[in-house]
């Protein structure tokens, strides 16, 4: 008993301060886009296509999911992959920290960012593989536990960036993340994956191959495939323009830094009471219901952008940065709200074995479908014309923007249900 007590809380430690330090990531990123708005002079267009293409790491995380779950190191085949993601990102931002003090270039800034994504992504697969060993019972609260580490990591970041970035310059935020990211590794590394009491999962044989194999048994499942399918393309078909929106609030409205990294800390305020909430109220909820009502509230906060870009809000009295305040930093986090229901019940589809590969392919359609969408955001701000000087034809974009987030609504039936499961199994009965 005291030895799973033990396990319980090293698990916790190892994945609080884990999910917190990835959320924290906010805080370097936020130096990130004011250093190449302002020190590098990047338009919306490469500012957005900057953003996304960093992410591509992301997308191979089945890659290292398979890695992970075929390849140990002394016995050990989670922590050592925290660790090593733990030191890329700390080698990342420290070269970008030193890097931004002289005439760094577009290109060797993406490398690093790139490299930085890479670290991430592979403590990303780590982690989420333990949440999803460790968290198969029906009402785990460790993927809310995570989640609201993850937030809290993210309320923290953001509220310190702006004001680091107003005192200091966006080059300090790269010089502190580094520095926690080098504790992250650090700390794990003095962490026996033994000592978490993990479940045994089938011994490793076979090697990377057979867990391929495995993985693509499981996503033949159609509870599985369809549920990711539905997934990815309900954030893939949605032309996101989130750079757009941060040209048109720092450089049209003088939005400064600071306002906006509140905002940003209100959005994930709002992601830390939605963890608390579904934690204590939401769990036993279908995530099927769930997933379609926050894809419904994500159209009606586009719609409200809109109103915002058109001066609506403006006319009836409403200041722009109250509302910059309040509602821009909820819609960008309400996007990634659904992560938490579909996580949940993944986890619980799951086989025992395979949680490495297939948490890690989930993530990676997520991240790919989060690419896409950027990268038709780019498309769409050149169809409707917006440039630094001309926002025109930005609220015609955001009704774009709008229509396409409610088009997956019509599909919500890919979405595995198991009270409905239960219902047809026992028709057939």
Request: net charge neutral; charged share 15%.
């Amino acid at each position: 008993m005291n030895s799973d007590g033990g396990g319980s809380r090293r698990i916790k430690w190892l994945l609080g301060f884990g999910f917190f330090v990835q959320g924290f990531r906010g805080f370097p990123w936020l130096g990130a886009n004011f250093f190449l708005t302002d020190e590098l002079r990047v338009n919306p267009s490469v500012l957005q296509l900057l953003q996304n293409s960093a992410n591509l790491p992301m997308v191979a995380k089945p890659i290292y999911g398979v890695v992970s779950d075929a390849v140990y190191f002394f016995g050990q085949h989670r922590v050592p992959y925290i660790a090593f993601g733990a030191l890329l990102q700390a080698v990342s931002w420290l070269a970008i920290a030193f890097l931004a003090r002289s005439n760094v270039s577009i290109l060797a800034l993406s490398l690093y960012l790139l490299l930085s994504n890479l670290g991430a992504s592979v403590v990303e697969v780590a982690n989420d593989a333990i949440v999803a060993e460790a968290g198969k019972q029906k009402n785990s609260e460790l993927p809310s536990f995570v989640w609201m580490a993850s937030s809290l990591g993210g309320i923290l970041g953001n509220l310190l960036g702006g004001i680091a970035i107003n005192t200091f310059s966006s080059q300090s935020t790269f010089l502190v993340f580094g520095l926690l990211a080098l504790l992250q590794f650090f700390v794990t590394i003095n962490i026996r994956e033994k000592s978490l009491n993990l479940p045994e999962n089938p011994a490793p044989t076979g090697g990377i191959r057979s867990h391929v194999s495995d993985l693509s048994r499981v996503l033949k499942k159609p509870e599985i495939s369809y549920s990711i399918a539905w997934m990815a393309l309900s954030t893939a078909l949605v032309p996101v323009l989130t750079g757009t929106m941060f040209f048109y609030q720092t450089k049209i409205l003088n939005i400064d830094a600071s306002l906006l990294g509140i905002s940003k800390v209100v959005g994930q305020v709002a992601m830390l009471l939605w963890g608390v909430a579904y934690n204590r109220w939401l769990k036993t909820t279908s995530p099927r219901k769930l997933i379609a009502a926050i894809q419904g509230t994500v159209a009606v906060f586009v719609v409200s952008d809109l109103l915002f870009v058109k001066g609506v809000y403006r006319d009836m009295g409403l200041p722009d940065s109250v509302y910059v305040l309040f509602v821009s930093g909820i819609l960008e986090t309400l996007f990634y709200f659904k992560n938490l229901p579909f996580t949940v019940l993944m986890t619980r589809l799951c086989p025992r074995g395979c949680e490495g590969s297939l948490m890690a392919f989930v993530m990676s359609a997520i991240a790919l479908a989060f690419i896409v969408s950027g990268y038709l955001g780019i498309v769409l701000a050149s169809f409707v014309e917006v440039t630094v000087d001309d926002y025109s034809g930005f609220a015609g974009g955001l009704a774009v923007e709008a229509i396409c987030v409610v088009i997956p609504l019509v599909l919500t039936s890919w979405i595995y249900d198991e009270a409905e499961a239960e219902e047809k199994s026992k028709k057939k009965e």
